[in-house]
T-cell receptor, first 113, second 113 residues
Framework: EPEVTQTPSHQVTQMGQEVILRCVPISNHLYFYWYRQILGQKVEFLVSFYNNEISEKSEIFDDQFSVERPDGSNFTLKIRSTKLEDSAMYFC???????????FGQGTRLTVV | AQKVTQAQTEISVVEKEDVTLDCVYETRDTTYYLFWYKQPPSGELVFLIRRNSFDEQNEISGRYSWNFQKSTSSFNFTITASQVVDSAVYFCALRDSNYQLIWGAGTKLIIKP
């Protein structure tokens, strides 16, 4: 069964460092998303991406964040200068269309120290 | 504004009992989609169901059933004959005219043997 895969599963980084979280969406999906979940809290939308551009982003997704589809399979989230409050589980998701179900990866737990 | 409310923070039942998780939503759009996701202790987000606003038929899938009531803006989820493996956090989510999913705070379901 096709699935969304994310790497790494856990990343520890020092405050101020850049991190890149990687995702491989399901191959026939056209819409890609990043969400985050701070421990014990609700899931929050960061950004959606379609046709090689951002289609929607939240207030959380400020200038420190960027997304890229560097090739035909990967979808990355970059945080330029991490802060302690960026510590969270980051989920990548993909869907065929925006109104269909999004399938989520296993998540990357980011810990900023 | 869009909003999803899951008023039950935590529910604890004994195995084989039936349990209903409540979800109330707010949206101004006439076309919208509702979702339920399961987050087991391992942390991934597992898609359970998608419902569009024009389809008020209730759905049953094995021990799971969903009751969509537009009149009360509710989309409740019932597990019959609960099992220990059902223990998880369950999220209700809404998508309307935007790309993003708006998430409820989640209900932690504990099934005791």
């Amino acid at each position: 069964e096709p699935e969304v895969t994310q790497t790494p599963s856990h990343q520890v980084t020092q405050m101020g460092q850049e991190v890149i979280l990687r995702c491989v969406p399901i191959s026939n999906h056209l819409y890609f998303y990043w969400y985050r979940q701070i421990l014990g809290q609700k899931v929050e939308f960061l950004v959606s991406f379609y046709n090689n551009e951002i289609s929607e982003k939240s207030e959380i997704f400020d200038d420190q964040f960027s997304v890229e589809r560097p090739d035909g399979s990967n979808f990355t989230l970059k945080i330029r200068s991490t802060k302690l409050e960026d510590s969270a589980m980051y989920f990548c998701a993909s869907s065929v269309r925006p109104n269909t179900e999004a399938f989520f990866g296993q998540g990357t737990r980011l810990t900023v120290v | 504004a869009q909003k999803v409310t899951q008023a039950q923070t935590e529910i604890s039942v004994v195995e084989k009992e039936d349990v209903t998780l409540d979800c109330v939503y707010e949206t101004r759009d006439t076309t919208y989609y509702l979702f339920w996701y399961k987050q087991p202790p391992s942390g991934e987000l597992v898609f359970l169901i998608r419902r569009n606003s024009f389809d008020e038929q209730n759905e049953i899938s094995g021990r799971y059933s969903w009751n969509f009531q537009k009149s009360t803006s509710s989309f409740n989820f019932t597990i019959t004959a609960s099992q220990v493996v059902d223990s998880a956090v369950y999220f209700c989510a809404l998508r309307d005219s935007n790309y993003q999913l708006i998430w409820g705070a989640g209900t932690k379901l504990i099934i005791k043997p």
